[in-house]
């Protein structure tokens, strides 16, 4: 497959992706396309990624050869007319379905993927889907960011942001009242920090050889005080907010689709 690789958008997810993927990018022809990717310039001085080409677009974008990242925002996709046949096109444009995908571009290969902003790290949690058998070459470089799950159905992709889409501004939305709590109870802000920090890292550790349950089974003893503290979630009804705001999620981009 083609050693071009074309990004279409400069924001924020493009910048993960690019950082996280940074090693798999040698020996690459790699160039971002836009109205206006001098934006984006900085990041990719700071980054050690200036080798990656700009090109300045206002309607046509040839993608001749190109293995395309769609990373644009989702309504700026008809904004360009698109010259050429691509290897392969990419599209982390939630909600925007294949079907819509193929009036538009034309490849060999589609496949749609959901990262999220942990690509920074080469740590995304990022699913995909093709209708068709994917080419190793792809997978790997979705890999180059950070763990890739394939789902069966494309409506999976779209779910899926309740678990890794979106899921990192809930954690940090969870993380931030834990800091806060530790601050309340007499910490330091900085202690807390720290705590909650290593706390996350342990359970991430700990998720590798044991479900949910188990490490709260592990760390709940009768009539305790971790226990007590759950018991107060549950009353105010914390599980069935969650679930409730990831439906409100999954039911914004099904209807986007």
């Known amino acids: 497959m083609t050693s071009k690789i074309l990004f279409i958008g400069y924001g924020q ?17 790699v160039s971002i396309v836009g109205k206006d990717p001098s934006k984006i310039a900085p990041f990719l001085k700071q980054e050690g990624l200036d080798f990656v080409n700009l090109q300045a677009c206002d309607k046509s974008i040839d993608i ?11 309504h700026a996709l008809s904004a360009f007319t698109y010259i050429g046949q691509a290897s392969a096109v990419l599209s982390a444009l939630a909600g925007m379905s294949l079907e ?6 034309q490849a060999p290969h589609f496949v749609r993927f959901m990262p999220n902003v942990a690509a920074f790290l080469g740590l995304s949690a990022t699913t995909y889907y093709s209708p068709n058998p994917t080419p190793k070459e792809l997978i790997d470089l979705l890999a180059s960011f950070g763990t890739v799950v394939q789902v069966d159905k494309e409506e999976l992709v779209n779910a899926s942001m309740v678990t890794n889409g979106s ?10 009242a834990l800091i806060d709590s530790g601050v309340r109870a007499g910490l330091k802000h900085t202690q807390a920090e720290e705590l909650i920090i290593q706390s996350f890292k ?6 590798a050889t ?26 105010k009804g914390v599980r069935g907010a969650i679930m409730q705001a990831c439906h409100a999620i999954a039911q914004r981009y099904k209807s986007k689709s």
């Open 13 to 29: 997810i493009t910048k993960a992706i690019l950082k996280g993927m940074q090693g798999a990018l040698v020996g690459r022809v």
């Open 64 to 74: 001749t050869d190109s293995v395309v990242f769609l990373t644009l925002k989702s």
């Open 100 to 105: 819509i995908l193929k009036a538009h571009l």
């Open 167 to 176: 899921v990192l501004a809930f954690l940090s939305l969870f993380t931030q």
């Open 202 to 207: 342990g359970f991430s550790a700990l998720l």
């Open 210 to 235: 044991q479900s949910p349950q188990e490490i709260s089974q592990n760390i709940c003893t009768p009539a305790g005080a971790t226990i007590e503290g759950l018991s107060v979630l549950e009353e």
